[in-house]
């Protein structure tokens, strides 16, 4: 079953503890995304990868790392959370082929709590 | 980046057709209209497409004038699990535009018995 995939789904930290969040997907897809959503401000980009080795900032990038090493995986690293970093995080990933173009398939997304 | 307005709410009643405006006035030659839907703590899921006059699928049908400014999501004969928030994306699908679809609040969709 195609899928993107992260882990976990829920995290509570303190502040200041470095915390890594995966993601992988099977759909071979070049292309893959960080995304935050908080009430009322919608979905937020904040690192964007186009290919291996290959990643840009977003929206909202202060404060997190990335890193494209295989074409299936892309781990959101957090090095020192801060409570303003509380929030519901997806990733997603997207491919260009055939008629539908650069549709987004996100995973289920990841409640983190800063304390 | 074209900017997109949607309503930020609408009720309707099962049963009922649901049509859900979104403004795009600065549209580009090269972008394409896209949908999505989201529901409560799940990841936005694609619903449908387009670039120009209709587009219809299993789920929606997706009305674009000739001036491509404005579009429109028309979901037929809602049911009560179509309660969710909509998203209109408009950007370009080519190369190098994963960083350009910007999601924005969206419209909530609620249906209602």
């Known amino acids: 079953e195609a899928q993107v995939t992260q882990n976990p789904r829920y995290l509570i930290t303190v502040t200041g503890k470095k915390l890594t969040v995966t993601c992988s997907q099977n759909?071979?897809?070049?292309?893959m995304s960080w995304y935050r959503q908080d009430p009322g401000l919608g979905l937020r980009q904040i690192y964007y990868?186009?290919?291996?080795?290959?990643?840009d900032k977003g929206d909202v990038p202060e404060g997190y790392k990335v890193s494209r090493k295989e074409k299936r995986n892309f781990p959101l690293i957090l090095e020192s959370p801060s409570p303003n970093q509380t929030s519901l995080y997806f990733c997603?990933?997207?491919?260009?082929?055939?008629?539908?173009?650069?549709?987004?398939?996100f995973g289920a997304g990841t409640r983190l709590s800063v304390l | 980046l074209a900017k997109t307005t949607q309503p930020i709410s609408m009720d309707s009643y099962e049963g009922q057709e649901v049509n859900i405006t979104c403004s795009h006035n600065?549209?580009?030659?090269?972008?394409?209209i896209t949908w999505y839907q989201q529901f409560p703590s799940q990841g936005p899921r694609f619903i449908i497409q387009?670039?120009?006059t209709k587009v219809t699928n299993e789920v929606a049908s997706l009305f674009i004038p000739a001036d491509r400014k404005s579009s429109t999501l028309s979901l037929p004969r809602v049911s009560l699990s179509d309660t969710a928030v909509y998203y209109c994306l408009v950007g370009p699908v080519s190369s190098g535009s994963a960083r350009q679809l910007t999601f924005g609040s969206g419209t909530q969709l609620t249906v209602l018995p």
């Open positions: 600065n549209i580009a030659t090269n972008d394409y």
């Open positions: 990868s186009m290919n291996v080795e290959v990643t």
């Open positions: 759909m071979n897809h070049e292309y």
């Open positions: 997603a990933s997207s491919h260009r082929q055939g008629l539908i173009k650069n549709i987004q398939y």
């Open positions: 387009g670039y120009k």
